[in-house]
């Protein structure tokens, strides 16, 4: 009698792929901060990602209610607070234009050169860390090299390097230091001889073009419905630098090139940033010559009260546009206010762009949003 051969127990489906989920975060340090990823993966293969917040929030918004406006200033620059002083600068605006204030043409310039100079440190920063995020742990030495300098300015003449707290309804807290003009003035060439560096160091790198080229693509009109705005959507194609478009203290007397690219991916958004250093520059050059004469502040009651109305005024921050919204019943604080964070609508948009590719991927694509968690989660 024949005998017939059994098959082998194993079958194909017990090799069926199965989604898992695992947290990526909320101490991690490829999400700069307590930021929670619940991921949905297959394998190495994202399925989705769900951002989970509030590790940080401190309710910021509310506490603007209960403190006067000269009081709220100082509560922006922690947020977003490697884009502290143009926080502080926007705050100060919204209020001013309530007011019809018109603050002397010597603040606009020196509130224009702290910001553009703001803008550069933010982006070293950032340059550093999504180096170090992909492996390159020598662009984060390069990058503090150059913020240093900038923190070095700050630190003379705000008294601070972080938190600027610098900016006041009407003005400035105080003038600029003696030095100031100087070391801007030795800054400018110092960095412009180092952003070459950067590109030899990592934008010509091979293995970040491979980690950075086709990765995280995001489309001009998923950028315009999600929100984006900053290197995030300028790098998809979508022109919408509030510098440009509405400007701001004098940015409506100088000239600069409005940071483009039409590829949408991490490499692209990578490229923005760095085009925006160089542009920052520019605009800093054509300003620290001609900062006019005259008072640092004008003078406004010890106690502001708006009158009753709304008003709103945004400005373009290291990360993009940041708004200020304030609701004032004519009283000393506002009776409701409401920031416009860029992170928020920029981190919207990682399931997106992240599902599809791999974690590894993930963290490049992350880096190139630029999150600061305290922006999103206030």
């Not at 310039?109 to 550093?128: F, N, P, Q, Y």
């Amino acid at each position: 009698m024949e005998t017939a051969i059994k098959e082998p127990t194993t079958s194909k489906s017990n090799f069926k792929s199965e989604e898992y989920f695992i947290n990526m975060g909320p101490q991690h340090p490829a999400t700069h901060g307590v930021l929670r990823l619940l991921l949905t993966i297959d394998g190495e293969i994202i399925k989705k990602v769900e951002p989970d917040l509030g590790y940080i929030h401190r309710s910021i918004e509310k506490m603007c209610e209960n403190n006067s406006y000269q009081q709220i200033v100082h509560l922006t620059d922690r947020l977003d607070y490697l884009s502290s002083h143009i926080n502080n600068e926007a705050v100060c605006l919204c209020v001013e234009n309530a007011l019809e204030l018109e603050v002397p043409e010597r603040v606009k310039v020196i509130r224009t050169i702290l910001g553009e100079l703001t803008r550069i440190a933010s982006h070293t920063l950032w340059w550093g860390v999504m180096g170090m995020d992909v492996g390159a742990l020598t662009t984060y030495f390069y990058g503090f090299r150059d913020r240093e300098m900038i923190n070095d300015i700050f630190e003379e003449t705000c008294g601070a390097r972080l938190t600027m707290n610098y900016n006041v309804p009407g003005g400035l807290m105080q003038d600029i230091h003696p030095n100031f003009v100087k070391r801007v003035k030795e800054f400018i060439p110092h960095f412009r001889s180092k952003l070459p560096e950067y590109d030899r160091l990592l934008t010509g790198n091979i293995i970040f073009q491979k980690r950075t080229k086709g990765v995280g693509i995001l489309s001009k009109e998923d950028a315009i419905n999600f929100g984006a705005s900053g290197p995030v959507a300028r790098a998809s194609g979508y022109s919408c630098d509030v510098r440009k478009y509405h400007p701001y203290s004098a940015l409506d007397k100088i000239t600069f090139t409005e940071a483009l690219d039409t590829t949408g991916d991490s490499f692209a958004r990578y490229k923005v940033r760095i085009a925006e250093m160089w542009e920052s520059l520019a605009i800093i050059e054509q300003l620290i010559d001609n900062i006019p004469e005259g008072d640092f502040k004008v003078a406004t009651n010890a106690v502001i009260k708006l009158p009753k109305g709304d008003f709103y005024q945004k400005v373009e921050t290291a990360r993009g546009e940041f708004g200020v919204y304030i609701i004032s019943a004519g009283t000393k604080n506002p009776y409701r206010v409401k920031f416009r964070s860029p992170g928020l609508s920029n981190l919207s948009l990682l399931n997106h762009i992240a599902v599809g590719g791999k974690i590894g991927d993930l963290v490049a694509t992350m880096a190139t949003i630029d999150i600061v968690v305290p922006d999103i989660d206030r």
